[in-house]
């Protein structure tokens, strides 16, 4: 089940970086891609709170960054 | 609980909306203060208050206050003050100032029972009860936190980017030093990016009352006794311990068209060292085929592994609509205490136009997790079995499954600046891994569901 999970999600990757060809936009393509809101970490201030309070009430950290230690919360 | 949680309202910061040509004084008053405290040649520029002078070089601000309430437990504020300089070749610097204070009561690790219950504060000095049926929680948790982190990142080479950053976080029982390294290539027209970093954190624990030794019995009595403070000393066998966490992060985004773009990373993370919650405790009780069949008869200390190896996998997308962004993730983390977790998280978007005067956006936000318990999760233990090498009865490390929903709501205000709310419930809903319930046990509730609320105010300059 987990072995499929993790196939599922690197199937993606193997494509992105097979198939770079059909990927992709041209510089003017990118209007957007470059608002604010279609950065990846589009509300920084939100996810650095968030992270800080998964962080210390459930087992799991990091992942989309660095989990890092930083506080005597778990 | 679950009605007031939905009744929930949340805010962010719209830089798109941001509009350069106005700045207000406090932007000028605090671009002239940080000149100033970082020593650089724009104070004298600054200084004279010439709006173009500040423009050229604009510092973007971002405040934000949140406040997070469990029901009965804890209530933390948390403010964040984020400056970012963007310099003419690229250079970007960004220091982050965060302050939070927490108070209230946490659970200590003891089962509930049909009788009241006593139990002595990590300190060692005096004794807090708990009324029959409830779960145990210790309320002298109080902490305040002050965290510092500056980040520099600049192109080294075409298409490589490098950042490199410090982190520094003092609480009163806990001090955190970190250092942190990236370097980025970007490919194929910038469509394509692999990133990989590095973080290294180096804490030390200096816990109040110290560390307890490992399955000793907490001392239960009167705590003026002459010899109380020689036995309470017994039970410990320090003042303080270190721990050292060492991250590993590979990533890859991929623009896949005009609409969307994905990113997967893979992280490995080290934690070394000591690795137990000093103040928590597990009910040793009656077994089976005793008269005081889930009576606690003692309460020891937990113990934890001195290690911990965690990986995860984590894959994200946003797509782009007519209008609305949809922002979507999903980790999969694992470690070596045989904990796994499902994470899910999701946002979307929708801009509402001018609808109410101002330029403005709604945005939904979903988030979803399970995870399973570590091997050595015991909600308790039983009297006159042989002691396992390690156990701890914290829930945050038991099978568990928790959701997250909220709203924000964001809007363009005077001057270009952006105000955000949010409000959002979250539920943490503990279940039981499959341990067999002694006698007065199968009477109590074990696993409490936790609600709390989380409201943040966000205002981005």
């Known amino acids: 089940m987990i072995k499929e999970m993790k196939l599922v999600l690197f199937i993606p990757l193997i494509i992105g970086v097979t198939g770079c060809a059909s990927l992709g936009v041209e510089p003017w393509e990118r209007d957007l891609l470059a608002k604010d809101e279609m950065s990846l970490n589009a509300a920084p201030v939100d996810s650095a709170l968030d992270d800080h309070i998964y962080f210390s009430k459930e087992a799991s950290s990091g992942g989309k960054g660095f989990g890092g230690g930083g506080c005597g919360c778990n | 609980m679950v009605a007031r949680g939905l009744a929930v309202v949340d805010v962010v910061v719209i830089n798109t909306m941001k509009n350069k040509t106005e700045k207000t004084n406090i932007k000028a008053a605090l671009t002239i203060a940080t000149a100033a405290l970082l020593g650089t040649s724009n104070f004298t520029k600054a200084e004279t208050t010439s709006i173009a002078n500040v423009e050229e070089n604009a510092w973007e601000f971002d405040s934000a206050f949140l406040f997070y309430s469990e029901a009965d437990r804890v209530s933390a504020g948390e403010a964040i003050f984020n400056a970012t300089k963007t310099f003419t070749d690229e250079e970007v610097l960004n220091l982050k100032l965060t302050v939070d204070a927490l108070t209230g009561a946490s659970a200590n690790g003891g089962v509930a029972q049909p009788n009241v219950q006593t139990f002595t504060r990590p300190s060692g000095s005096g004794q807090y009860t708990i009324a029959a049926g409830d779960t145990p929680l210790d309320d002298t948790f109080h902490d305040t936190r002050v965290q510092l982190n500056g980040q520099w990142t600049q192109p080294i080479a075409p298409n490589y980017t490098a950042s490199g950053g410090v982190h520094i976080s003092k609480e009163y029982d806990y001090l955190s030093l970190g250092v942190n390294g990236n370097l980025a290539f970007d490919f194929d027209r910038k469509n394509s990016t692999f990133s990989a970093g590095f973080s290294y ?17 907490m001392l239960i009595g009167d705590s003026s006794l002459p010899n109380w403070d020689d036995e309470f000393a017994k039970t410990r066998i320090g003042s303080e311990d270190t721990k050292t966490t060492t991250d590993i992060l590979l990533g890859f985004t991929q623009v896949i068209n005009r609409r969307m773009i994905t990113q997967f990373n893979y992280s490995y993370s080290m934690v070394d060292g000591y690795l137990t919650d000093p103040f928590k405790i597990i009910s040793v009780v009656g077994g089976f085929n005793s008269i005081d069949a889930g009576v606690a008869q003692d309460y020891i200390y937990e113990s934890r592994p001195d290690s911990r190896i965690k990986q ?6 946003l797509y782009h609509f007519d ?3 949809l922002d979507i993730s999903y980790r999969y983390m694992w470690d070596d205490w045989q904990i ?39 909600p308790f233990l039983i009297d006159g079995a042989a002691l396992p090498t390690y156990a701890s009865a914290d829930y945050r490390i038991g099978e568990m499954t928790t959701f997250t929903v909220g709203l924000k709501y964001g809007l363009l205000v005077n001057n270009g600046h952006d105000l955000s709310f949010r409000l959002e419930y979250y539920r943490q809903t503990p279940t039981d891994a499959g341990f067999d319930e002694p006698g007065v046990l199968k009477g109590v509730d074990l696993y409490p569901t936790i609600d709390a609320i989380i409201a943040q105010v966000t205002y981005s300059f």
């Open chain 2, 201 to 217: 954190f180096q804490d030390k624990f200096t816990p109040e009352g110290g560390i307890p030794k490992a399955f000793s019995s």
């Open chain 2, 312 to 317: 995860s996998i984590y894959a994200q997308s």
């Open chain 2, 340 to 378: 796994t977790s499902h994470t899910i998280d999701s946002r979307f978007r929708i801009p509402l136009g001018d609808a109410f005067g101002r330029e403005s956006y709604i945005q939904p936000h979903f988030r979803f997790y399970q995870q399973s318990a570590a091997e050595f999760y015991k």
């Open chain 2, 323 to 325: 209008k609305s962004v």
